[in-house]
């Protein structure tokens, strides 16, 4: 089975500052895909950053990268230089290979709402 | 435009009113999935589609009835819905075949049942 872990409901930060939500996974197949998803009110989920568990480096999308710590389970997202645009809904998820099967499903975290101050 | 789209945008609807969600998605993908996302409350998968055949039904009340006549289509038939049915739905496509890569996703359709 796979789970995604959350453990920050909310989080604050200034514009122009840094922050790193948090993100642990669960799995027993060695090949899997981590995903961060970004939702804002409008409830549209966008796609943000994908990091594979045989990629020997960090993956960076612009402002966002990703903290790939493969012996303590963890994929966070930085972002960097907060915009006031970024307050939204960031979903963690996971797909592994099930087990050799084809269908290996998504999954998701419970989310973390970043809210960025001016 | 995310190549998922989902319409309508929101929609309003008594409990003994008769209403689709529609999801279309032209990015070649051939599996298609119905999302429930409830204020507060995780992501819940509904229904799971793949090569046009059910091949997920997560416990979800017989009162939504989903449809996928090809690959590039999926509606979510509502009937008799309950107040506690408003909701956002969501509906994402992605390849079933394996692969690392994650799902689109439609903007969601917000539904509220009065």
């Known amino acids: 089975a796979q789970k995604i872990t959350q453990t920050q409901p909310g989080m604050f930060v200034q514009e122009k500052e840094a922050v790193t939500l948090d993100c642990t996974y669960d799995?027993?197949?060695?090949?899997?895909?981590l995903f961060w998803y970004k939702q804002p009110s409008s409830g549209e989920m966008i796609f943000l950053i994908y990091q594979g568990s045989y990629d020997q480096q960090n993956a960076t999308e612009g402002r966002y990268s990703l903290n790939f710590q493969k012996a303590r389970k963890s994929a966070n997202l930085v972002i960097s230089a907060s915009q006031l645009g970024d307050s939204a809904m960031y979903f963690c998820a996971m797909r592994a290979n099930a087990g050799g099967t084809s269908y290996g499903k998504l999954t998701f975290g419970q989310g973390t709402i970043l809210t960025v101050h001016p | 435009e995310t190549g998922v789209t989902q319409t309508p945008r929101h929609l309003v609807m008594g409990m003994t009113n008769k209403k689709s969600l529609k999801c279309e998605q032209h990015?070649?993908?051939?599996?298609m999935y119905w999302y429930k996302q409830s204020a507060k409350k995780p992501l819940e998968l509904m229904f799971v589609y793949n090569f046009k055949e059910q091949t997920e039904n997560n416990s979800v009340p017989s009162r939504f009835s989903p449809e996928c006549p090809n690959s590039s289509h999926l509606f979510l038939h509502l009937h008799t819905l309950q107040p506690e049915d408003s909701a956002l739905y969501l509906c994402?496509?992605?390849?079933?075949?394996?692969?690392?890569?994650?799902?689109?996703f439609g903007s969601g359709t917000r539904l509220t049942v009065v």
């Open positions: 799995t027993s197949d060695p090949s899997y895909g």
């Open positions: 994402a496509s992605s390849q079933v075949e394996w692969t690392l890569y994650g799902y689109t």
């Open positions: 990015l070649g993908h051939n599996a």
